[in-house]
């Protein structure tokens, strides 16, 4: 392995792994960017250091994911809007704690 190809393991390796503990944490510490602005940048620097190309990255999305995932924000944005979001948590009650009666005895 030449030490060209190693630089670029190395460096594709520590924006995986950037990426990774961004999208985990949520947000970028000291930066205005959250998740889905994370995995953006991280996928731009994996096509731009020729890690990935730009037909494998077209290749990755996966359509049916996204569409899934849009369709479930729309209806969360939806539900929040109409106030489910606060009504709800009046509506649910504990359950009774059921008392077991000993076997044997009456």
Known sequence: MSPASNEGTTATVAVF???????????APGL???RAGIALVGASLMIGLGSLSLSEA???IDL???ALFLGMMIIV??????GFYELTPYDVKPRPERHEQPTGSR
């Open 64 to 66: 049916d994911a996204i």
């Open 32 to 34: 205005r960017i959250d």
């Open 77 to 82: 944005s939806q539900l929040r809007v109409s």
């Open 17 to 27: 792994v950037l990426t990774y503990v961004g999208v985990a944490l949520g947000r």
């Open 58 to 60: 077209l290749k990755a």
